[in-house]
């Protein structure tokens, strides 16, 4: 049981520059969702999803994207990176909705040149 | 909408000492509460969360804390700390919020141990 994995640990991106956060959960979560992490911010919610197919936008969804076509994976795409979106990004799933406990992924941390 | 407050982005105890990480809430419906650790380069774990089952709830490492609805508060506490408690903590509310429950993370508090 591998609980929740994401990929890469660390990029290094160019203004503009798109990418993809990987992350999956082996757990048979419904809820998914991805935080950033940075300084004296705590951790704010990018996108979310309660179950395959169903998504919804967070508190600060601007420059990213995602779906849910399983259950086990919930991908993050920046569309077109800014310097702005420098920050280490958390996926966490859990079995129910905001009720339950959360468990989170490592982390990946993303520089935007 | 409901919030979360941390009071105190760094402290500072000395090993032995009583642990106090003070948290307080906003929320129109009774929440759900929660206090997470990370510790260096990794993500977050539970440490305790509150259902409305009891007000003081243990958690793991000798970590509880104690809900106070007349004080809106979650503070976390721990009677002797130790050199590997050194970590960020994060309190959390869950919510109605649209139809759905939504988690806040406060911005944590850094607790730095001393020897």
């Given amino acids: 049981n591998a609980g929740v994995t994401q990929t890469p640990k660390f990029q290094v991106l160019k203004t503009g520059q798109s990418m993809t956060l990987q992350c999956a959960q082996d757990m048979n979560h419904e809820y998914m969702s991805w935080y950033r992490q940075d300084p004296g911010m705590g951790l704010r919610l990018i996108h979310y999803s309660v179950g395959a197919g169903i998504t919804d936008q967070g508190e600060v969804p601007n420059g990213y994207n995602v779906s849910r076509s399983t259950t086990e994976d919930f991908p993050l795409r920046l569309l077109s990176a800014a310097p702005s979106q420098t920050s280490v990004y958390f996926c966490a799933s859990s079995e129910d909705s905001g009720t339950d406990t959360q468990y989170f992924g490592p982390g990946t941390r993303l520089t935007v040149l | ?115």
């Fill in chain 2, 1 to 115: 909408a409901q919030s979360v407050t941390q009071l105190g982005s760094h402290v500072s105890v000395s090993e032995g000492a009583l642990v106090l990480l003070r948290c307080n809430y906003s929320s129109s419906v009774p929440p759900y509460l929660f206090w997470y650790v990370q510790y260096p380069n990794q993500g977050l774990q539970l440490l305790l969360k509150y259902t409305s089952a009891a007000t003081l709830v243990k958690g793991i490492n000798g970590f509880e804390a104690e809900f106070k609805k007349s004080e809106t508060s979650f503070h976390l506490t721990k009677p002797s700390a130790h050199m590997r408690d050194a970590a960020e903590y994060f309190c959390a509310v869950s919510a109605p919020d649209s139809g759905t429950y939504k988690y806040i993370f406060g911005t944590g508090t850094r607790l730095k141990v001393l020897a």
